[in-house]
């Protein structure tokens, strides 16, 4: 890990003034006095061959302008917690690994209750490998783009073992960069909101009192990737391209949740938390071999939360497997007085501590012809399903109309991102943007840095002259013809869910308002991950947790990243 630290990439050094390594390598507590040492953590480095080797990519959105960020120090970022990193040796982590490694959360609390590591040591096992990849130019995913100064000594201060504490207590989550902290900035990946501090966001204080460890946030794409046309997913001006632990550059991360999906794949936490429009989760959750969940809305709040859409945005749990995502879900939950969509709803939160194992006998699911009839490993999965019990009703959703789903995007964001700022933003000297109309003034001073890719849908906004009246009648018709594409088949068949392919249909689950499940299904020959995506009516959320928890004890798809094992 030490070399890794100090390996020379780039052209430049850094200069710290750091406790004795000597010291800070070993068990027993660093020396009082300081010296001066030369360390380098991670240097800038000219990414024009990795560009030049995207140019060609068969997915256009694919061919990068640029990997690492233009404006991005990472030392930054890591410096501050580096001497306590440093108190993690190698051959500790490794004794860590089988304990740690792709382990739900029941597993992780057992091993602190029988005393294996303690919830510090769980913290430092995290740090140590984000250290370890995002440091090396040549793994880094871009990802971790901020770390919480204050996560081990808030690990300290934690009980002995987890009795008597939700299930989340303890366990390091990491944050999408448009959710709010107090201590730590919320950009959304913007330069127009690169020094925006806020409080923290309703569903991080519902975390922090469960006893939940804020670890740090992710990369995204910029303004959760309602900013350019056609450009990469997982892109940020502040924080560059992410990249897919499965292929860094062979793969798409998928977006805009790009940083919680990689993160969570290449075990930087125990989970993390994205943000979904429409696909936002659910893309990024496939693509990265992760088990995500778009809830239905109103079940968790969106105070706190940089916004597109009040009407269809929502923040959501992602996760290694099933039993983490809903226990995650359940820790985030709780009536929000200043969300107008928040609801008072209980669900089946106890599903998760049983020790049953679940079956898809005698579930009914319905599967879309046409997905039948093009992917062959939605082809196997069902036959899987039915091989095990499980009544699969093929069907051809009614064609149904989606006009004036961008609109709703345009107008709600027009509204949505003044509210925000006004109502959570803490300091207007730093953030001097009051809405889109500045936000596109302030990319415009300087295009190369700021939008590289453009900034169309923005200007979108701006020329798109829905009336208050008209996204009304929008909002009311698309909601309607979402549950018509899922129910004609739902209350025909009594489907307790129907069965889709990543963030393939979305769309009509995020006007419908409805859950959508997606869980690792396998992996394409050339190694890109696929995922089965599970739907069903409004809060029928432990419902879908039983259907794929099945599932998910059946194919036991998912795999760990080759190079993050």
């Not at 990519?57 to 990997?67: A, D, E, G, N």
Request: proline share 4%.
């Amino acid at each position: 890990m030490e070399n890794t630290f100090k390996r020379r990439i780039g052209i430049s050094l850094l200069f710290v003034s750091v406790l004795l390594i000597s010291a800070i390598s070993c068990k027993t507590e660093p020396k009082a006095e300081q010296v001066e040492e030369e360390v380098v953590l991670w240097e800038p480095y000219n990414d024009s061959a990795e560009v030049a080797a995207n140019s060609e990519h068969k997915v256009k959105r694919m061919r990068y302008k640029l990997i690492q960020s233009k404006v991005w120090d990472k030392n930054e970022t890591f410096l501050p917690l580096y001497s306590e990193i440093s108190k993690m040796d190698s051959t500790t982590y490794e004794e860590l690994k089988p304990l740690i490694l792709e382990q739900d959360i029941p597993s992780l609390q057992k091993n602190i209750s029988d005393k294996k590591f303690t919830y510090e040591q769980l913290v430092l096992f995290y740090l140590h490998r984000i250290y370890q990849h995002e440091l090396d130019n040549g793994t880094t995913l871009n990802t971790i783009v901020a770390l919480n100064p204050d996560v081990l000594a808030e690990a300290r201060k934690l009980d002995a073992t987890s009795k008597g504490h939700h299930p989340i207590y303890g366990m390091p989550i990491l944050l999408k960069d448009n959710i709010g902290t107090s201590n730590m900035n919320t950009t959304a990946g913007a330069m127009a909101l690169k020094d925006n501090t806020t409080d923290n966001a309703f569903i991080v204080e519902r975390l922090k009192e469960k006893g939940a460890l804020i670890l740090g946030k992710v990369n995204l794409s910029e303004w959760a990737y309602f900013l350019c046309d056609g450009c990469p997913v997982g892109y940020s001006s502040l924080w560059g391209q992410t990249l897919n632990p499965y292929g860094r550059r062979v793969f798409e991360t998928g977006g805009s949740s790009s940083g919680s999906g990689t993160s969570v794949a290449a075990n930087y936490a125990v989970a993390a938390v994205g943000t979904e429009t429409s696909g936002s989760i659910l893309s990024p959750s496939s693509q990265n071999s992760v088990v995500g969940l778009k809830p239905t809305i109103g079940l968790l709040s969106r105070t706190g939360i940089v916004p597109i859409s009040s009407t269809l945005d929502t923040p959501g749990p992602m996760t290694k497997n099933v039993v983490d995502n809903g226990i995650l879900l359940d820790a985030m939950m709780g009536y929000d007085q200043y969300d107008e969509s928040s609801v008072l709803t209980g669900w089946e939160a106890d599903w998760y501590d049983s020790s049953d194992s679940y079956s898809v006998r005698g579930k009914r699911f319905g599967a879309l012809n046409s997905l039948m009839e093009q992917d062959s490993i939605y082809i196997t999965t069902i036959e899987k399903i039915r091989e095990a019990g499980g009544i699969v009703i093929a069907f051809d959703p009614p064609e149904v109309e989606m006009d004036g789903f961008l609109n709703l995007l345009n107008i709600d964001m027009k509204n949505d991102l003044p509210a925000y700022i006004q109502s959570q933003v803490k300091d207007t000297q730093a953030v001097s943007v009051k809405g889109v109309a500045d936000v596109v003034s302030f990319n415009n001073l300087d295009t190369l840095v700021r939008v590289p890719y453009g900034q169309a849908r923005l200007d979108g906004i701006l020329s798109d002259s829905t009336t208050a009246e008209g996204l009304i009648e929008i909002k009311k018709t698309l909601q309607q013809n979402g549950r018509i594409f899922f129910n004609e088949a739902m209350d025909a068949h009594k489907l307790d869910a129907i069965l889709s392919i990543n963030n393939y249909h979305a769309g009509y689950a995020a006007v419908a308002k409805y859950p959508a499940l997606t869980v690792p299904m396998g992996y394409k020959d050339n190694g890109e991950p696929i995922s089965l995506t599970f739907i069903a009516k409004q809060f029928q959320e432990a419902k879908l947790y039983e259907l794929a928890r099945a599932f998910e004890e059946l194919t036991q798809a998912r795999k760990i990243p080759e190079d993050f094992k």
